[in-house]
C-alpha cells in the first residue's frame, strides 16, 4: 500500500491561503492530521487553521508585498491623505481582520459585492500594467507606511504568483473620479464594518483550567478548599493529622447580621469608588480600539475606610466580631460572589463581541460562567470587574487582619500584638496600600486585560483574598509564635527584598507598557513584535522572565516565616501561591507565544532563566 507522501514538515514557514480568498499570508506548519489529510497551520497573528495541501504553496513562488499594496493604488492615495486615517490603519489589525476584508474582496457574492455591483463596475487587469505607476506615485508613502508600523510590516500580504494564463489582478475603476470616490468610502465603511466584527468576534481560544470538565471540579473545589481551611484552623490542633474537620450544622453558616455587615462594606465601597475623587486612567487598547478609563482611588478608598473603621471603634463597635464570625462572614460573601457571577453571565449575552473576553466564549454554560464571559462588565462608568479586583476583598484583607491582631490580644490577655502578628499585619499591609497607590499597574495585569469577569474572579476577589489570605493572622490568634531578634531581622529583610524586586519590575512593565517612548526607559532594549507592541529583553524584564514573580515569591515567605513551623496550615498561602504561578506563568507563556510568536520565541532565547520552572 503507498503511504501519503508529507509535502510540508512541522515547522516549515509556507504560504497558506486564507480560506475564502486569494490571499495568501505567510504561515508556520504545525502538523498534518493523517486521516483528513488537512495540515494544521498558525498564522503570524496567532490564528490556527487546518488547510488542505494545495492552499499550500512554497514561500519561494512568491512576492511579498506591504497590505496596503495590495490595495489599489488610488485608495492607498486617498488613505494617505487623512493623517487619522493613517494613524488608524497603522493600529494593530489582526491577520483575521485583514484577511476577512480580503474574503469580502474576492468573494463575488459577498454582501459588500452585492450592495455595490449596481454602482461599480472594475475590470480586472494584470497587475504588471499597473506595477510601474504604483511604485511611482506611492513607493514614498509606502516606505513610510512600512517604516511606521512593525505590524503592516510582518503581517505582509502576498499574492499567488500567476498560474498559467491567469495574471494578478487590480481593482481598477472605470467610471470617473466623483462615481468611483464616493463608491470608494462606501467600500471602506463595509471593509471596516467587516474587519471590526472579525476582529470582535472571539476565536475559540484553547480552554483553560482542564477546561469544562475542569470547571465543574473548580466551581465545587474552590468553595470547599476555604471552608476545610477555616474549619481546620478552628480545631484545637489544627494538624492534618486531624483530616478531615467536624463538619458543623448547616445553620451554623448563616448570620443575617454578617450578610449585612458584608453588603455594607461593598456599598461603602462602591460609594467611594465613585465619588470624583483621584485620578482617570486609561486602561490599555481594547480588540475594539477603544480605551476604557478607570477611577484610581483605591489609597483615598484606604484612608478613610481606615478613619471609618476607627469612628466605629470609638463608637463601641468591637471588630473582634469579625473573628467570631468569621464562618458566617465568609457564606455571606460567598453568597454574594454566586449572585454577582449569575449576574455577570446573563448580562454577557447581552455584550457586543468586541466586549466579550478570548479566554471565557467557550460556548459551554458551565466554562463561561466560570471563565468569565465578558471582558469589562460596566453599569456606566462603574467597572465591576476593577471594583472588585481592588476593593472590597483588598482593604477587607487589611480589615480582617487588624481584626485578628485585636482577637489576638484579646484572646492571650496581650496588651499589644505579638511579633509575628505585628509583621503578618504590615508586611500584608504594605502589599495592599501598594498596590492602591500604584493601581494603575493592575491595568496592565492579565486579569484586567486578557481575563473576563466571571465566578473565578469574583469569588477570588470575594471570598478567596479576604478569607484564605488571612489565614496566618487568624492562625496567630491561637498559635502565637515568639521571635527571636535575628529571625524578625531576617525576615523583614526578606520581605523588603522581595517588595523592591516586585515593584521595580511591575513599575518597570507598567511604564513602558503605558509609553514605550519614555525617555527613562530609553536605556531598555527591546524586540518589536507583529502585534505593534514591543518586548522588553533589558531591565528586570531582560534578567528573568517574570521578575515580579520573583519579587511576590520572596514576600509570601516573608508572610509565612512568622508563623513558625508547627502546622502547615500558614504555609498554605505559599504554597498556594507558587501553584498559582506556575499555571499562571504557563497561562502567560502560551498566551504571549500565541501573540506574539517568533517575537516571543526570540525574547525566551535572549532571557534564558525563569523563575518558574517549566512544569508542564
Ligand atoms: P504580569 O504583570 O507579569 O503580566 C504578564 C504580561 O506582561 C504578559 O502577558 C505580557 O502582556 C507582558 N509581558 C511579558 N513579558 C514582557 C516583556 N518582556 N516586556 C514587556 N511586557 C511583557 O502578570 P500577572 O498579571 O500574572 O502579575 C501581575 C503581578 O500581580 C505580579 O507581580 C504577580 O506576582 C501579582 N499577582 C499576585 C497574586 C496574588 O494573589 N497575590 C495573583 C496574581 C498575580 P502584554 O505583552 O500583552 O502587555
Not at 92 to 119: G, M, Q
Not at 190 to 209: C, G, M, N, V
Not at 238 to 249: D, E, I, K, Q
Not at 272 to 284: A, N, Q, R, T
Request: one cysteine or more; a positive charge; aromatic letters at 12%.
Amino acid at each position: 500500500m503507498k503511504m501519503p507522501t508529507v509535502k510540508y514538515q512541522r515547522g516549515d514557514m509556507v504560504m497558506g491561503r486564507w480560506p475564502g480568498s486569494n490571499l495568501y499570508y505567510e504561515v508556520k506548519v504545525l502538523g498534518l492530521d493523517a486521516k483528513s489529510q488537512l495540515y494544521t497551520v498558525i498564522y503570524k497573528d496567532g490564528t490556527e487553521l487546518e488547510l488542505k495541501e494545495q492552499d499550500i504553496k512554497s514561500a519561494a513562488g512568491f512576492q511579498s508585498r506591504s497590505r496596503s499594496r495590495s490595495r489599489s493604488p488610488s485608495r492607498r492615495r486617498s488613505r494617505s491623505r487623512s493623517p487619522a486615517r493613517t494613524t488608524r490603519r497603522s493600529s494593530s489589525r489582526t491577520a483575521a481582520a485583514v484577511a476577512a476584508a480580503a474574503i469580502t474582496e474576492s468573494a463575488p457574492s459577498s454582501r459588500r459585492d452585492a450592495k455595490l455591483k449596481d454602482s461599480v463596475e472594475v475590470r480586472l487587469s494584470p497587475l504588471q500594467q499597473t506595477k510601474a505607476a504604483e511604485n511611482n506615485s506611492n513607493n514614498k508613502h509606502e516606505k513610510k507606511e512600512e517604516n511606521n508600523t512593525a505590524n503592516e510590516k510582518s503581517e505582509a500580504v502576498a499574492e499567488a504568483v500567476p498560474e498559467k494564463n491567469q495574471g494578478r489582478y487590480n481593482l481598477r475603476r472605470r467610471k470617473d473620479d466623483g462615481d468611483f470616490k464616493s463608491v470608494e468610502a462606501k467600500v471602506e465603511q463595509l471593509e471596516e464594518k467587516e474587519a471590526k466584527l472579525a476582529a470582535a468576534t472571539p476565536p475559540s481560544t484553547p480552554l483553560d483550567f482542564g477546561g469544562k470538565i475542569g470547571a465543574y471540579f473548580w466551581l465545587l473545589f474552590l468553595p470547599a478548599w476555604v471552608l476545610f481551611l477555616l474549619l481546620q484552623v478552628n480545631l484545637e490542633d489544627p494538624s492534618l493529622a486531624n483530616f478531615p474537620p467536624p463538619l458543623p450544622p448547616l445553620e451554623a453558616f448563616w448570620d443575617v447580621q454578617a450578610l449585612g455587615f458584608v453588603i455594607l462594606w461593598i456599598l461603602f465601597q462602591a460609594v467611594l469608588y465613585i465619588l470624583p475623587v483621584g485620578k482617570l486612567s486609561e486602561g490599555m487598547p481594547l480588540r475594539s480600539g477603544e480605551r476604557l478609563k478607570y477611577r484610581t482611588n483605591g489609597f483615598f478608598a484606604i484612608v478613610v475606610s481606615s478613619v471609618a473603621v476607627a469612628a466605629a471603634m470609638h463608637k463601641g463597635f468591637d471588630l473582634t466580631y469579625i473573628h467570631s464570625h468569621f464562618l458566617q462572614l465568609t457564606a455571606a460573601s460567598f453568597i454574594i460572589s454566586i449572585l454577582l457571577s449569575t449576574y455577570l453571565y446573563v448580562r454577557s449575552h447581552y455584550a457586543a463581541p468586541e466586549q466579550l473576553a478570548l479566554g471565557g466564549s467557550s460556548g459551554n454554560v458551565v466554562y463561561d460562567f466560570f471563565k468569565g464571559h465578558e471582558l469589562n462588565p460596566r453599569i456606566k462608568n462603574f467597572d465591576l470587574k476593577f471594583f472588585c479586583e481592588m476593593r472590597p476583598g483588598l482593604i477587607g484583607w487589611c480589615l480582617i487582619n487588624f481584626a485578628m491582631a485585636l482577637a489576638e490580644m484579646k484572646h492571650q490577655g496581650l496588651n499589644a500584638p505579638s511579633h509575628s502578628m505585628i509583621l503578618v499585619n504590615l508586611f500584608q499591609l504594605l502589599y495592599v496600600v501598594d498596590g492602591l497607590w500604584n493601581e494603575e499597574a493592575i491595568l496592565t495585569t492579565m486579569d484586567l486585560m486578557h481575563d473576563g469577569f466571571g465566578f473565578m474572579l469574583a469569588f477570588g476577589d470575594l471570598v478567596w483574598v479576604p478569607f484564605t489570605y488571612t489565614l496566618q493572622a487568624y492562625y496567630l490568634v491561637s498559635w502565637p509564635n515568639p521571635l527571636s531578634l535575628p529571625a524578625l531581622g531576617a525576615i523583614v529583610t526578606l520581605k523588603l527584598v522581595g517588595f523592591y524586586i516586585f515593584r521595580k519590575s511591575n513599575s518597570e512593565k507598567n511604564a513602558f507598557r503605558r509609553n514605550p517612548s519614555d525617555t527613562r526607559l530609553s536605556h531598555l532594549r527591546n524586540i518589536p513584535t507583529a502585534t505593534g507592541k514591543s518586548l522588553l529583553v533589558s531591565g528586570w524584564w531582560g534578567v528573568v522572565r517574570h521578575p515580579n514573580y520573583l519579587g511576590d515569591l520572596l514576600m509570601a515567605l516573608a508572610w509565612s516565616l512568622p508563623c513558625g513551623f508547627s502546622h502547615l496550615l500558614p504555609w498554605y498561602y505559599m504554597i498556594y501561591f507558587i501553584i498559582l504561578l506556575v499555571h499562571r506563568d504557563s497561562r502567560d507563556m502560551s498566551e504571549c507565544r500565541r501573540k506574539y510568536g517568533s517575537a516571543w520565541d526570540e525574547y525566551c532565547r535572549t532571557v534564558r532563566y525563569r523563575i518558574i520552572p517549566r512544569v508542564y
